[in-house]
Structure formats: structure tokens, C-alpha cells
């Protein structure tokens, strides 16, 4: 019904940088938060970045915070992830997330998720 898909990963060396993007496609009729969530070997998934739709506030893991960069684009259901300085600790596969209003009958969102794109930074 509601498709993420994410874009960008792949490998990147220490200090380097990276973009990620997810778009969102199918049956949307509003999208409230988009975010992003990451997920290390043997490691709970973690937030590490959100925004809002309706005026863009964003909220950021402390280990992230100056470093990575949220923005999203609401004609094209899309959220963007600019990774820089980039650490051997961001490794992970970093996950899309977006909370969808499917309808107009419908008055609540639903959490939907991405399929994940691999992040690794070599040191």
C-alpha cells in the first residue's frame, strides 16, 4: 500500500561524506514525520534524524547532531540524509521511516519503514 525505498548508501571512508535519500510512493494522503533510524550489528535500531512535514522541525541523535543534515521535499514524498564527517561508528544500515495518512477517511497515521540501505565507513 505504501512503499519507502532509500537510495545513497554504500562505502565511504572516515571523514568523507555520504547522501541518502527515501522516497515514498503509493496510497499517501499526508505524511506528518519522516525520519531516519540506523541499526549496527548486535545493536538496537537508534533514531537518528526526523523532520516534520508541517514546518520542518527537525531532532537529531546527539551523535549526529553537527554533522548529519535532514531535509525533506513534501511534492515528492521525499526525506534526505547528508552525512558528513563521517565515523567508523556510523556504520550501519540505516533505515527510512515515515508516518502515512493512507486516506481522507482516515484520520491517523501509520509507521511505515524503509527495506534499509547499507552504510559502511572505513577508517
Known amino acids: 500500500q505504501v512503499q519507502l525505498v532509500e537510495f545513497g548508501g554504500g562505502l565511504v571512508q572516515a571523514g568523507g561524506s555520504l547522501r541518502l535519500s527515501c522516497a515514498a510512493s503509493g496510497s499517501i494522503y499526508s505524511i506528518n514525520v519522516m525520519g531516519w533510524y540506523r541499526q549496527a550489528p548486535g545493536k538496537q535500531r537508534e533514531l537518528v534524524a526526523t523532520?516534520?512535514?508541517?514546518?520542518?522541525?527537525?531532532n537529531y541523535a546527539d551523535s549526529v547532531n553537527g554533522r548529519f543534515s535532514i531535509s525533506r521535499d513534501n511534492a515528492k514524498n521525499t526525506v534526505y540524509l547528508q552525512m558528513n564527517s563521517v565515523k567508523p561508528e556510523d556504520t550501519a544500515v540505516y533505515y527510512c521511516n515515515a508516518g502515512v495518512r493512507t486516506s481522507f477517511w482516515k484520520s491517523y497515521h501509520v509507521e511505515y519503514w524503509g527495506q534499509g540501505t547499507q552504510v559502511t565507513v572505513s577508517s
Open positions: 523532520i516534520t512535514s508541517a514546518d520542518s522541525t527537525t
